[in-house]
């Protein structure tokens, strides 16, 4: 089983809907989670941290739940300039560091 | 803003060959790391390091090598390539130091292909 497993996508919706992305990580003590975005050929870049009460930053919103060890990203009213591959990352203990795992990434598709 | 840069987008080299990739950031960042991104498999760490001649190996370093000679420079160095080295290389820096990285600042990549 991968450490972070995502939805591979893609997804494909169009603008104005909303869509949610979820992901799941295998280690219950995993300590920070954060959700980045790649543009298609570009770098990965942070979209936003997701904290334990959840949090927002306009249109996304991040959710965590420690029981069933998901986090999820759910973006509303989608532009076109949302097209992109979504990366869950988590920070946890793994092969005897600390260290940030990245999933495999959930793309997005928004269609006029 | 911070400023990851790698020496190249794209290269092409044959089996067997030495391949050095670059990269240096402008913040004075204390954490560099090396990634490797496939499909379907999300980036993996290769290499890290979190001070000046200080390097770590990752999940994958098998068939890799790194310097850091100075803080603001990491190199990758393939001793010799093999195909299944044919990927695309991130590099990234980060402020905090220690292990908990906070936000990570990647270059553009670097798409190696080896034949």
């Known amino acids: 089983r991968k450490e972070v497993e995502q939805d591979p996508g893609p997804f494909n919706v169009p603008e104005g809907a909303t869509v949610a992305f979820n992901c799941t990580y295998s280690?219950?003590?995993?300590?920070?989670f954060f959700w980045y975005r790649q543009d298609c050929r570009k770098e990965p870049k942070l979209l936003m941290s997701v904290y334990s009460s959840g949090n927002e930053d306009g249109r996304f919103t991040a959710q965590l739940n420690r029981a069933s060890q998901y986090i999820s990203l759910l973006i509303r009213d989608s532009k076109l300039s949302d097209s992109a591959t979504y990366l869950c990352v988590v920070y946890m203990f793994s092969g005897g560091y600390n260290k940030l795992i990245f999933g495999a990434g959930t793309r997005l598709a928004v269609h006029p | 803003d911070v400023k990851v840069t790698q020496s190249s987008r794209y290269l092409v080299k044959r089996t067997g060959e030495k391949v050095f990739l670059e990269c240096v950031q402008d913040m004075d960042h204390e954490n560099m790391f090396w990634y490797r991104q496939d499909p379907g498999l999300g980036l993996r760490l290769i290499y890290f390091s979190y001070d000046v001649k200080m390097k770590e190996k990752g999940d994958i370093p098998e068939g890799y090598s790194v310097s850091r000679e100075k803080k603001e420079r990491f190199s990758l160095i393939l001793e010799s390539a093999s195909t299944n080295q044919t990927s695309m290389y991130l590099c990234?820096?980060?402020?905090?130091?220690?292990?908990?990285?906070?936000?990570?600042?990647f270059g553009e990549g670097s798409r190696l292909t080896v034949l």
């Open positions: 990234a820096s980060s402020f905090i130091r220690g292990p908990n990285t906070g936000e990570l600042f």
């Open positions: 280690n219950s003590a995993s300590q920070s």
